[in-house]
């Protein structure tokens, strides 16, 4: 059986941990809670008895945007201390226009202004050009940066256009 380590802010893990209460926790699920701007989240994931040496996947979705480029560059460091050659990394950025304000892009825009109302302001993000060099800076090979084109493409076909603002890319340790 595969191990799956539920990796999140503490506040947002504990409502999680309610919803899967009431569901059902699947035997493979550990509960780590981590404060990526505070903590050494790979101390916590190894404690939980995650082995290192494996080749692993690592899913970072809905993360990166809420904290700042220190703690971004502290946990990607810490990524890439995970697993072995050939451990892959999935994430999601916005795009560095829409957090500095220049973007065109009104529906981002006012999106940004939403969520900083509501005290979960986007701090950082990554332009599409910056996105090779910023992973080979910590050892990782960028494999895909998906757009909204792409990902309709490829999996929504007949939906509508997912959000443009927010870029996932797929990577790999070297």
Not at 13 to 36: C, Y
Not at 79 to 93: K, M, Q, S, W
Not at 108 to 119: F, H, I, M, S, W
Not at 159 to 171: G, L, N, Q
Request: aromatic fraction near 10%; hydrophobic fraction near 45%; glycine fraction near 6%.
């Amino acid at each position: 059986m595969v191990a799956v380590f539920e990796v999140d802010h503490p506040a947002t893990q504990a409502v999680k941990r309610e919803v899967f209460a009431r569901l059902g926790i699947p035997a493979n699920v550990q509960f780590v809670a981590t404060d990526f701007e505070r903590d050494d989240f790979v101390v916590k994931l190894c404690a939980a008895r995650f082995v290192s040496e494996r080749r692993s996947l690592v899913v970072w979705l809905g993360v990166m945007c809420y904290l700042t480029m220190q703690a971004i560059t502290s946990v990607m460091n810490q990524i890439t201390e995970l697993g072995g050659t050939g451990t892959r990394l999935v994430f999601d950025y916005i795009r560095t226009d829409v957090i500095n304000g220049s973007s065109r892009n009104r529906e981002a825009l006012n999106k940004a202004r939403r969520v900083a109302r509501l005290g979960e302001p986007w701090l950082s993000g990554l332009s599409p050009e910056q996105v090779p060099d910023f992973l080979s800076s910590f050892g990782l090979k960028l494999i895909e940066d998906y757009g909204a084109t792409e990902l309709r493409a490829r999996y929504c076909p007949r939906r509508r256009m997912p959000i443009d603002y927010d870029r996932i890319v797929v990577c790999e340790r070297l």
